[in-house]
C-alpha cells in the first residue's frame, strides 16, 4: 500500500475514533452515575469522572501527535503514539468487567462497542504501519547523512 492511501486510512480511521470518543467520553462523563461501578472490594481501580474527563484530552493528545509524525513520515515513532491512543478505544473493554454493564441502554453499548472497535482498528494499523515502515519512508529519507568533509 502506498503512503498516500496509507494517510487517507488513517486520517479515517482517527476522524471516526475521535468522532466516536467524544460521544462515549461525554456521556461517560456527563452520565458517570448510569454506568455500572466496581464493587469495593474489586482488585480493578476505581475510574472517577475526573479522570475520564482527563483521559480523553492524554488520548486524543496522543493520536494527534501520532498523526503529526505520520504527516511527517516518522512512521515507527507514529505507529508508538497511535498504539497508544487505541488505548482510548481499547479500554472501554473495562466497562464489560463490572457486572451490569450488559444492561446499559442500547445506544450506550452501541457507543462503547464502537470505541472498542474503533481501538482495534486503529491499533491494527499502528502495527501494520510498524511492520511496513520502510516501505513507507521516502528513499531520500533513507539515505546515510553525507560522508564527512574530508580537510583540503
Known amino acids: 500500500m502506498s503512503y498516500l492511501r ?17 460521544v462515549h467520553y461525554v456521556d461517560n ?19 472517577t469522572k475526573d479522570l475520564v474527563a482527563i483521559s ?14 505520520w504527516f511527517r513520515r516518522h512512521i515507527t515513532t507514529s505507529a508508538v503514539f497511535l498504539t497508544a491512543y487505541s488505548v482510548s478505544g481499547l479500554i472501554g473493554i473495562g466497562h464489560y468487567t463490572v457486572a451490569g454493564a450488559t444492561d446499559m441502554v ?28 520502510s516501505e513507507l519512508i521516502p528513499p531520500a529519507a533513507k539515505t546515510p547523512a553525507s560522508a564527512p568533509q574530508r580537510d583540503a
Open 6 to 22: 496509507a494517510t487517507r486510512i488513517v486520517c479515517w480511521l482517527l476522524g471516526a475514533a475521535f468522532v466516536v470518543s467524544v
Open 29 to 47: 462523563y456527563v452520565n458517570y452515575d448510569d454506568y455500572p461501578v466496581q464493587p469495593a472490594d474489586s482488585a480493578l481501580p476505581t475510574v
Open 56 to 69: 480523553w484530552f492524554v488520548f486524543t493528545a496522543l493520536g494527534g501527535i501520532g498523526l503529526l509524525l
Open 106 to 133: 442500547w445506544w450506550r453499548q452501541t457507543h462503547v462497542v464502537l470505541d472498542i472497535a474503533c481501538g482495534a482498528a486503529v491499533l491494527g494499523f499502528a502495527l501494520w504501519a510498524a511492520r511496513n515502515s
